[in-house]
């Protein structure tokens, strides 16, 4: 029922021109899509919606657009090169390649939280020195919380071959054949001229914020910034993982927004600021993007889910058809990445206070979030199945066409001049579709389904008195409008 539910948008994303999966011509490229018609629009909008409201309206915020190949050094010295990779395994049968945690994860899901229904004697169970457990409670304590966060590869490894036998889940071969579970490195290396070796070597990257910290200084010296402010930016990033479907959930290359919050740890404190930062964000989901509160929640980090060097980390998630799932990181940082920087290039990032002459290395939070995934929530919460039609019920600012014009009949010369008339009026202002072809209800079915707030009808009445039938997506209602007013009409409806 609820796979049901995101087959069906990711039928319609497909069949109306918002998603298309990637390479398709060729066969597909796994974890890669393009973006049709709509969905560029869509995705533009919520971009530039992003931009308008964390940068352009804030004194405090200043934007960036950094470079997407990048120098090795910055990689290796945010900790990326050595330690931004997943653990991997390989059935050794079928030759599949999965994340070692999903593995074992889907498994204890199917198997439940108590450890009794396992059919395994933890309290008798021989522990090798190797495996990196030393008592059953322990393996007690991981199917009680379904999470294997913060295990090493030892112990994923021991877990999936020797404690729970788990079987391949594609090819089913009883107690698995499994390889040894590995790590693999998530960014994408870039060979950049003709040069081979370390001179040559650039990285793809893997998160647009490390570009906002090695610009820290170029920043702070080329405009009138003051602490606190932030540095945001907008852009693709790529990782080169292995993932479970959801169509844009997570891809190998998707669109980050990222805003790194500097300030002084002295002089202002960090746990108002925080709660500040998650009320920002918020207001941008439920009152900005319009998506139903009920479907909003904040999930505190857990001590071995959060990374060493932040002092907290809350995740706002959206409930997906396929469950509460991470649409936003809220991250206090500390110093961290500026120190990594200023150790590695020898070079003083910190900001002079014009009050006092005070040096200071700012501390930064940090609000990460993935557009694409902004965008598949957008998509999630507007569809609305009524009895006769589907309708994506997008906020109006959103939608990709804000208004949709046809002649009531497609063989009327006269009707068509009158409504390229009005598609000329509207078109400037507002993203205005155009269609004359089938009868006025398929055309009304069609905009439905991408979401097109308004549609203005062109009759023969329009040619007697200059007025056409705008009707509402939502409530389906039809009024009767002057043509000369109806720029003012959809301004008015834009700002409620
Ligand atoms: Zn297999």
Sequence with gaps: MVENVMDKIVS??????????????????????????VGTELLRN???????????????????????????KIWE?????????????????????????HVIEDYLS??????????????????DSSWGFNKGTEIEDIIRKQKVEGLDE??????????????CPKCNIKNGNWTPVRKFNLLFPVQLGIVEGEGGLGYLRGETAQLIFTNFRNVVDSTRVRLPFGIAQLGKSFRNEITPGNSVFRTIEFEQGEIEYFFDHDETKWEPLFEEWKKTMDAFV????????????????????????????????????????????LAYRTDYDLTRHQEASKKELTIVDPKTGKKVLPHVIEPAVGINRLLLMVLVDAYVEEEKRTVLKIAPQLAPYKVAVFPLLANKPELIKKAHEVFT???????????????IGKRYLSQDEIGTPWCVT???????????????????????????????YFARKLES
């Design 12 to 37: 319609l994303a497909k069949r109306r021109g918002f998603i298309y999966p990637g390479s398709e011509l060729y066969g597909g490229l796994a974890n890669t899509y393009d973006y049709g018609p």
């Design 46 to 72: 919520i971009k530039n919606l992003w931009w308008k409201y964390f940068v352009q309206s804030r004194p405090d915020m200043v934007g960036l657009d950094g470079s997407i190949i990048s120098h090795h």
């Design 77 to 101: 010295a945010s900790g990326h090169v050595a330690g931004f990779a997943d653990a991997m395994v390989d059935c050794k049968n079928c030759k599949s390649r999965f994340r070692a945690d």
């Design 110 to 127: 199917r198997m439940g939280t108590d450890p009794s229904q396992y059919g395994i004697h933890f309290k008798s169970l021989v522990f």
């Design 154 to 167: 030892n112990q994923l490894d021991a877990l999936i071959k020797y404690i729970f036998k788990i079987s």
């Design 286 to 329: 439920v009152k900005q993007l319009g998506i139903n509160k009920e479907n909003v929640r904040w999930r505190l980090h857990a001590d071995e889910e959060r990374s060493f060097y932040s002092k907290r980390t809350e995740d706002m998630e959206y409930k997906f058809p396929f469950g509460f799932k991470e649409l936003w990181g």
């Design 425 to 439: 009026l509207l078109s400037p202002v507002y993203m205005t579709a155009f269609d004359d072809r089938g009868n």
């Design 458 to 488: 062109i009759d023969f009445d329009t040619l007697a008195d200059d007025t056409v039938t705008i009707r509402d997506r939502d409530t389906a209602r039809q009024e009767r409008i002057k043509v000369a007013d109806l720029i003012l």
